[in-house]
């Protein structure tokens, strides 16, 4: 894994801001914006910010879909481009793994969405579940 772990949390889960708050970051919820990412995390010290997209799955689900848009706003942003994935089962939050820079080609022209391997791109990531604490 490259790059630092991506402080600004995974909304809705845990206290609200995946440990962002409590680890120095500011974290936003920009998910209805549809910028390619759901959230905006801004290191109270240095001002760098992290852009963060979230993805909830049924624990053991075998892919991800991630719409064109995302894809296109991680390629371009690759220092900053984080992929929050959430594993949920009963309810309750089981794991969280993030990517830096998850994805690597852009998808086909007509594509607007592309289905991943779930196991293969969370393999590529940091398990930060400590970050959310277990409710």
Do not use: C
Request: glycine share 12%; hydrophobic share 30%.
């Amino acid at each position: 894994m490259t790059g630092r772990p991506p402080d600004g949390g995974t909304h809705r889960h845990g206290n609200g801001d995946g440990g962002g708050t409590r680890l120095g970051h500011e974290p936003r919820d920009v998910s209805a914006d549809r910028r390619g990412y759901d959230i905006e995390s801004r290191d109270r010290q240095t001002g760098t910010l992290r852009f963060i997209e979230v993805k909830g799955r049924v624990a053991g689900a075998p892919t991800v879909t991630v719409t064109r848009n995302e894809i296109l706003t991680a390629l371009n942003r690759p220092d900053a481009y984080w992929l929050a994935v959430v594993e949920v089962a009963d309810g309750r939050t089981q794991r969280v793994v993030y990517i830096h820079r998850p994805f690597r080609n852009e998808p086909d022209f007509a594509a607007t969405s592309v289905n991943y391997d779930l196991p293969e791109l969370m393999a590529k990531g940091e398990d930060l579940t400590w970050l959310i604490g277990r409710s």
